[in-house]
């Protein structure tokens, strides 16, 4: 069964601090992995995507990587504000012929000052 | 440019109403589908649409309809409410890419609660 584990399920930072978001899958067969934002209250929006062949995709004070071989993938963030305080979903998506993503269920994340 | 537009925000019907939530996008995408999303679990695909006149089930499809007239709507229908479908509904669109749908943009979502 595919599946998209998350850690932690949520974390407290310090503002200005960095922080490190872990995602582990077992989808297969592998297409790719995005990462998303969700605001309380929002939609998620997507912060990076990356295909087998990438390791790191930087987007601002975001940095995603993958190691397609551990199935692993991180979301580095740097010198946090407060308003990354959100939830972080890691979404994979199997390599079928109408695409299928597997959600995982989010680090909610909150900055204090 | 507004994106994909969900209404209503907020939703309480009783149980055995029917309702329908409303997804429009203007970025003339090909691709819809609707999530819900619940407490401790990750979304999951109601059903979904490659273009106007095509859906398929997703995951969860039971007690849920759907249809595709046009390019720019999809919207999501409750035939019978139960209180196992409280939850957030999400509508979301995305363009293809080689044939696959590939960026996704997500609606606001819609708070539905039945009691």
């Known amino acids: 069964k595919n599946q998209v584990e998350q850690s932690p399920q949520s974390l407290i930072i310090l503002e200005g601090k960095n922080c490190t978001l872990q995602?582990?899958?077992?989808?297969?067969?592998?297409?790719?992995l995005r990462w998303y934002k969700q605001d309380t209250g929002r939609g998620p929006v997507s912060l990076t995507i990356?295909?087998?062949?990438?390791n790191t995709k930087s987007n601002g004070r975001y940095t995603a990587t993958l190691d397609a071989d551990t199935k692993q993938s991180s979301l580095h963030i740097t010198a946090s504000q407060l308003s990354d305080s959100a939830s972080y979903i890691c979404?994979?998506?199997?390599?079928?012929?109408?695409?299928?993503?597997?959600f995982g269920t989010g680090t909610r994340l909150t900055i204090i000052p | 440019n507004a994106g994909v537009t969900q209404t209503p925000k907020f939703q309480v019907l009783k149980t055995g109403q029917s309702m329908t939530l409303q997804c429009a996008q203007d970025?003339?995408?090909?691709?819809m589908s609707w999530y819900r999303q619940d407490p401790g679990m990750g979304l999951r695909l109601i059903h979904y649409?490659?273009?106007?006149?095509?859906?398929d089930q997703g995951e969860v499809p039971n007690g849920y309809n759907v249809s595709r007239s046009t390019t720019e709507d999809f919207p999501l229908r409750l035939l019978s409410a139960a209180p196992s479908q409280t939850s957030v509904y999400f509508c979301?669109?995305?363009?293809?890419?080689?044939?696959?749908?590939?960026?996704?943009?997500f609606g606001s979502g819609t708070r539905l609660t039945v009691v």
């Open positions: 979301a669109s995305s363009y293809r890419l080689r044939s696959r749908p590939y960026g996704y943009t």
């Open positions: 995602c582990n899958y077992t989808v297969s067969p592998f297409s790719n």
């Open positions: 990356m295909t087998f062949s990438e």
């Open positions: 979404v994979v998506s199997a390599n079928f012929g109408n695409e299928k993503l597997t």
């Open positions: 970025m003339n995408h090909e691709y």
């Open positions: 649409s490659v273009g106007a006149g095509i859906t």
